[in-house]
């Protein structure tokens, strides 16, 4: 898989989970990629995804679909509560690709990782 692979594959999770929560997401997702460590110990890149918004859905309903979506995609997931009014389905697959959904009173957040994939340039 290349960086811009990656990439393509975050973007195609992201959309895919706010299509299914709700509408109105703001996208804060950083401006390229980010170096991080491959497998084998070789530079890599990876990119995150950040998004935040207003949902009409109930914080468990919205977790239940957040935590179904990622289980349909292969992801490893579990739920987390925090302080008692937000709740967080949090999926993960091999090679740092991540998501962490939470959701509360009308507002949810999406915080993602793609698979970390060896830099085709690294600096040497």
């Known amino acids: 898989m290349t960086p811009e692979e990656a990439r393509i594959e ?3 999770i992201l959309d895919g989970l706010t299509d299914i929560v709700g509408e ?3 996208v804060l997702d950083g401006l390229g990629p980010t170096p991080c460590v491959a497998a084998g110990g070789v530079p890599g890149l990876m990119w995150l995804g950040d ?3 207003d949902i009409d859905l109930p914080p468990q309903e919205a977790a239940d679909r957040a ?3 990622l289980d349909g995609l292969g992801f490893e997931t579990r739920y987390r509560t925090s302080g008692g009014v937000a709740v967080e389905a949090i999926g993960e697959r091999p090679l740092g690709l991540g998501v962490q959904f ?4 009308g507002r949810a ?3 993602a990782t793609s698979a970390c994939v060896p830099d085709p340039d ?3």
Not at 102 to 105: D, P, Q
């Open 67 to 69: 935590k179904a979506y």
């Open 122 to 124: 690294p600096e040497e």
């Open 10 to 12: 975050l973007d195609s």
């Open 109 to 111: 957040g999406i915080l």
């Open 24 to 26: 109105n997401w703001e």
């Open 51 to 53: 998004r935040v918004g």
């Open 102 to 105: 939470g959701s509360g009173s």
